[in-house]
């Protein structure tokens, strides 16, 4: 039970980390458009352009993580015989 609760948490950080990195990719998709559109330099519509691609890339492997974690949590669960709200409401009769 320990392990799932855990896992559970280290999800809810994973959940952080992808908004993160979707921040990241908006601002580089308006860094592109700034650079590319407003005439204001090749250079920060290619950064904006790469800056994009890296947090797109890092919310796609995130997201893969937390689809998979979600299942390992489910099996663990699964395993002990609980489902996931009968351990929130076992962890508050503790």
Known sequence: MEEARLQTQALF???V?????LSL???GLVLAWWGIFLSTGVIRGVLGIAIA???GA???II???LVHGKK???KILKAAGLQH???RSQADNK
């Open 53 to 55: 691609l890296a947090g």
């Open 85 to 87: 709200g009968e351990m």
């Open 58 to 60: 890092a919310a796609i």
């Open 17 to 21: 980390w992808k908004r993160a990195a």
């Open 72 to 74: 390992n949590v489910e």
């Open 25 to 27: 990719m908006v601002v």
């Open 63 to 65: 997201r893969r993580g």
């Open 13 to 15: 950080w994973l959940g």
